[in-house]
């Protein structure tokens, strides 16, 4: 019966043992929060189980904003700036306080502010914001004589444009007509009405090709160059006044004529212009009253002496 006792009390150990250890190997339990996160170890009593007074460790963690209360918070600031400008917009676009009463043209000689205003296409009485810029600039520089235009709203009921025009340099003889042309080479206007400006002969540019708001063609483009050059060497030393034409036919030999003066000046090519027109101008001064030709239309570097030919 002893022995059977003491058997007994063996087994019980043992099984209290294997509790122990069992309980001694289990893993730690975690409990993870948004905010903490908290570790437990459990500990057996002497009966086997978990002890109540357990040993606590208490991590803090950094506390995150969730990203879609973020996303919100962006979504509605940007929906409320969005409403505003719409709400804004209505209010300019509808408003009677911005519909437009006056238009002011500047910078305009040649051609007059009410075909300006006109070719605008700008409505009186129609709202400011409804007329735009870069519409408005289209259709004035339908006019060739604009070669560039500005416009500002000027709140809240004007509208201000702004016009350069271009100059007419010279006059092509046509058939029966002149195209008049700036220094761009751009046809402007043609015409039967004469101006006291230069006419240009021996252009290429085709009758039929001569359009107005289009361009001479190459060719003409660069003799273009060449007379600027003549004209602006003469300017320089005050004959340009005298210049009625210049024949440009033959690019190896520019010829002036000064139709007042009763003088033909042969010019050569465009080689020492400055120079050339330095002897045109003292040779004038030397022949004052007598009709003839100038020659300075040869090499002036190997030699030739400019010289005037008396007309018989």
């Known amino acids: ?170 006059m092509l003889k046509l058939l029966d007509k002149y195209a008049y042309i700036n220094s761009q080479g751009y046809i402007l206007e043609i015409t039967n009405q004469t101006r006291e400006i230069p006419i240009i002969e021996g252009m290429s540019t085709l009758e039929e090709e001569m359009i107005v708001g289009k361009r001479l063609n190459n060719e003409d483009l660069n003799k273009l160059e060449t007379i600027l050059k003549i004209v602006s060497s003469c300017e320089e030393n005050e004959i340009s006044k005298y210049i009625t034409s210049i024949n440009a036919q033959n690019q190896s030999e520019y010829i002036m004529i000064f139709a007042e003066k009763g003088i033909t000046v042969h010019l050569g090519n465009s080689t020492n212009l400055d120079t050339k027109i330095l002897y045109v101008k003292a040779i004038l001064q030397a022949e004052e009253g007598n009709e003839g030709d100038i020659f300075v239309n040869g090499d002036l570097n190997n030699g030739f002496q400019p010289y005037f030919r008396k007309k018989v």
């Open 1 to 170: 019966m002893a022995h059977k006792s003491k058997h007994a009390e063996e087994k019980n150990k043992k099984t209290k043992k294997r509790a122990v250890e069992n309980n001694t190997a289990q893993p730690k339990k975690t409990m993870k929060t948004s905010t903490i996160e908290v570790q437990i170890n459990q500990m057996p009593n002497q009966t086997g189980q978990p002890n109540n007074k357990n040993q606590k460790k208490i991590k803090k963690v950094q506390k995150v904003k969730p990203e879609n209360k973020k996303n919100k918070s962006k979504l509605l600031k940007w929906f409320g700036i969005i409403g505003l400008i719409i709400v804004v917009g209505i209010f300019l676009f509808t408003t009677p306080l911005f519909n437009v009463t006056e238009i002011e043209v500047k910078g305009n000689s040649t051609v007059n502010s009410e075909e300006i205003k006109s070719l605008s296409q700008i409505k009186l009485n129609e709202n400011i914001f409804k007329n735009i810029k870069a519409i408005i600039k289209e259709n004035i520089k339908c006019n060739p004589y604009i070669e560039d235009v500005e416009v500002k709203r000027i709140l809240p009921n004007k509208i201000q444009i702004t016009v350069q025009e271009r100059t007419v340099k010279f």
